[in-house]
């Protein structure tokens, strides 16, 4: 049976671009916060949660068993998106929005809360993963719905410095849960940190989560029109996506490998890399994290709205060039125990890093239709992220320990960054494009 699209004047057209409220832009990045938020503290932390709820006699199984949960969580993204796709294309990027925020911030304050191994024996692990599998649902849909909010709602000449907010979300709220864990290492005991400090940066997310939670109720309008629905002989909104862009979502899936393996190992896995590698001590690499992650934070919109000038595919190769190059060479670097080397190092990355990601929110934005643009995008992104993103730290883990190949991040980075440049490069520009 032929697929039948709708045309530009139905419910499934994208509203011409207006200048948005200040407000609703900020609603619709702010989420990402919150939700990276929590993954970071969780990430940066994790050699903490090993020894409160994976008590073992072996240190690597401990930690593993911490990453593995972390890993779990990336596996629902792909259900996250499936579930948040299909309400943003037939409910409307409100909906979607408001209650993936909600359903994030209660899972964070509930981590916060929840007793460790030595009050709740085997439940404990057990809580926290269920927990953990709630966060992964609730971000499948987060930051590909709030990236098409943004770019749908940006005039094109701007699109892509409009989106990249949406990363700029994740990487602030990437920096926070890095300031926060680092401040909570330096203002308490490593005894304190371990019974009980580790428990604040997950009772905070509450006032991310509230302030969140009520700019989307507040700000973000109600659409004017009906949001997409595609014919009832098409089916559901993830199935048309399918059979009219299958294409372009294995093209965006391997766009973000990338921006899974490099985004988790390098900003979340490398504090513990370089504790145990380096030696560094737990302040200071959390310190060194997070001054390249204002990095990350200032530089993303610069090349995001460069990619507005000159376009989005010479800005991503670029990136990408970079850390085929460079990944090798940085890891060098960090690899030889200096605080200083350590900071050039996790600087060198972070401009890699922003001149690849800080476009890409856009970039997929602009690969798909609007009346599956939601599902198409959040399946294709999740799934990179949950296959790539989530088990980054974990494989790091495997080949520092257990191989004892302490450049084998590097090498699995320049690999994951050759597929994503094989997909760039068949990209179509669609800088000043409509959306429609």
């Known amino acids: 049976?032929?697929?039948?699209?709708?045309?530009?004047?139905?419910?499934?057209?994208?509203?011409?671009?207006?200048?948005?409220?200040?407000?609703?832009?900020?609603?619709?990045?702010?989420?990402?916060?919150?939700?990276?938020?929590?993954?970071?503290?969780?990430?940066?932390?994790?050699?903490?949660?090993?020894?409160?709820?994976?008590?073992?006699s072996d240190a690597f199984v401990g930690l593993l068993a911490a990453f593995g949960v972390f890993a779990a969580s990336f596996l629902m993204r792909p259900v996250g998106g499936i579930v948040f796709g299909h309400i943003g294309d037939r409910y409307g990027r409100r909906q979607a929005l408001f209650i993936s925020a909600g359903m994030m911030t209660f899972s964070t304050v509930a981590i916060g809360l929840l007793p460790t191994y030595a009050t709740l024996g085997a439940?404990?692990?057990?809580?926290?993963?269920?927990?953990?599998?709630?966060?992964?649902?609730?971000?499948?849909?987060?930051?590909?719905?709030?990236?098409?909010?943004?770019?749908?709602?940006?005039?094109?000449?701007?699109?892509?410095?409009?989106?990249?907010?949406?990363?700029?979300?994740?990487?602030g709220g990437t920096l926070l849960g890095s300031a926060v864990a680092a401040v909570t290492a330096t203002a308490m005991s490593g005894d304190d940190l371990v019974a009980w400090g580790w428990r604040v940066p997950f009772l905070l997310g509450v006032l991310l989560g509230g302030f969140t939670l009520y700019l989307?109720?507040?700000?973000?309008?109600?659409?004017?029109?009906?949001?997409?629905?595609?014919?009832?002989?098409?089916?559901?909104?993830?199935?048309?996506?399918?059979?009219?862009?299958?294409?372009?979502?294995?093209?965006?899936?391997?766009?973000?490998?990338?921006?899974?393996?490099?985004?988790y190992m390098l900003f979340v896995y490398l504090t513990t890399y370089m504790q145990q590698v380096d030696g560094l001590p737990e302040r200071l690499?959390?310190?060194?994290?997070?001054?390249?992650?204002?990095?990350?934070?200032?530089?993303?919109?610069?090349?995001?709205?460069?990619?507005?000038?000159?376009g989005r595919k010479p800005v991503?190769?670029?990136?990408?060039?970079?850390?085929?190059?460079?990944?090798?060479?940085?890891f060098r670097l960090l690899d030889a125990g200096t605080p200083g080397l350590a900071l050039a190092s996790q600087l060198g990355?972070?401009?890699?890093?922003?001149?690849?990601?800080?476009?890409?929110?856009?970039?997929?934005?602009?690969?798909f239709r609007p009346e599956t643009r939601c599902s198409a995008l959040s399946l294709s992104y999740n799934v990179a992220l949950g296959l790539a993103g989530g088990t980054a730290p974990m494989v790091a883990v495997?080949?520092?320990?257990?191989?004892?190949?302490?450049?084998?991040?590097?090498?699995?980075?320049?690999?994951?960054?050759?597929?994503?440049?094989?997909?760039?490069?068949?990209?179509?520009?669609?800088?000043?494009?409509?959306l429609n």
């Open 123 to 171: 439940l404990a692990p057990l809580l926290l993963l269920m927990l953990r599998l709630l966060q992964g649902l609730s971000i499948g849909g987060e930051y590909t719905t709030s990236a098409i909010f943004l770019a749908e709602n940006a005039r094109p000449p701007r699109r892509g410095f409009i989106a990249s907010f949406a990363g700029c979300g994740a990487s």
């Open 398 to 434: 495997y080949l520092v320990t257990r191989e004892q190949f302490d450049m084998g991040p590097a090498v699995y980075l320049i690999a994951v960054s050759v597929v994503s440049l094989i997909a760039a490069l068949t990209l179509t520009e669609r800088r000043g494009g409509s």
């Open 285 to 310: 690499s959390l310190q060194i994290n997070t001054v390249s992650m204002v990095a990350v934070l200032v530089l993303a919109p610069l090349f995001a709205a460069l990619s507005d000038r000159v």
């Open 316 to 330: 991503v190769c670029a990136g990408l060039v970079g850390l085929i190059l460079f990944s090798w060479p940085l």
């Open 216 to 263: 989307r109720g507040s700000a973000i309008p109600e659409p004017r029109r009906a949001p997409a629905a595609p014919d009832a002989h098409d089916g559901l909104p993830l199935i048309l996506a399918f059979r009219i862009d299958g294409a372009n979502m294995l093209r965006a899936a391997a766009l973000n490998l990338t921006l899974g393996v490099g985004f």
């Open 349 to 367: 990355f972070a401009v890699l890093i922003a001149a690849y990601a800080g476009p890409m929110p856009c970039v997929l934005v602009e690969m």
């Open 1 to 56: 049976m032929p697929v039948t699209v709708t045309s530009l004047d139905d419910a499934s057209a994208v509203p011409s671009p207006v200048s948005a409220p200040p407000r609703a832009l900020i609603a619709g990045a702010l989420g990402n916060a919150l939700e990276w938020y929590d993954f970071a503290a969780y990430g940066f932390l994790a050699a903490i949660f090993a020894k409160n709820f994976f008590p073992a």
